[in-house]
């Protein structure tokens, strides 16, 4: 398996991280997900990592990269399932995820995105999710 | 990594199949998803499987297992993103997935649990997510 999936609910993209990334399984996500945000017109961006025990600064700093594509491309990025062991060790490689929102999980990642997206002109602000 | 992570979204469950499924790792997420079910009430469960490019029996079969006891504990499961050539697999390994419903992504499975679960006694139907 080369890729992961990336599953569209209303106008979020939801992303699970399961398996330990290496350099092409990176690139390949951040192609798929830019490319899905473009044709989608996805508002946000939700990285689920409940799956990984453990992370590396090559995560760290690819969920950073995610992020700051996303927001480009007009979409918020919100981690979320961070496990404490995982939020000890991205404090102690310096990796404080600036800029990144988080939440505990996928239910309250959505109602942040919900909260904080503005409506965009010409749209009720409403997700298709929230219908 | 030995677990895979069950997302709660409102009152179903989402399940992201992405890794090659052995015997423990099958069981452990039968444990996890009838507890979670359990505990949380969900009404459906979605297993997506778009990550997977081959399935085998083994995986049929706990597809299979999974919806029956999903059903004992009173959980619709729909099986989403199942890839053209995984339906020919399925279908040529006599594995026709009765009883277990389909749908084409994770947005379609959702509509189809909304549409087809009848509002427990004393709930008004509405998921979480709708709201």
Do not use: C, K, W
């Not at 990336?6 to 990334?21: F, K, P, W």
């Not at 990176?26 to 989608?40: G, K, P, Y």
């Not at 700051?68 to 404490?84: K, N």
Request: glycine fraction near 10%; hydrophobic fraction near 45%; aromatic fraction near 2%.
């Amino acid at each position: 398996m080369e890729r992961i999936p990336i599953l569209r609910m209303g106008e979020y993209l939801l992303v699970t991280i399961q398996v330990d990334m290496h350099d092409r399984l990176a690139m390949t996500l951040q192609d798929d997900l830019t490319s899905r945000i473009a044709a989608t017109g996805a508002r946000g961006v939700l990285i689920d990592v409940s799956g990984l025990d453990m992370v590396d600064s090559f995560i760290g700093r690819m969920i950073a990269n995610i992020a700051g594509m996303s927001r480009i491309l007009d979409a918020e990025t919100v981690v979320v399932g961070i496990q404490p062991a995982v939020a000890i060790t991205l404090v102690e490689l310096g990796m404080t995820l600036t800029g990144v929102r988080t939440a505990l999980d996928v239910e309250r990642g959505m109602a942040l995105l919900r909260t904080t997206l503005l409506p965009r002109e010409g749209e009720d602000g409403d997700g298709r999710v929230g219908e």
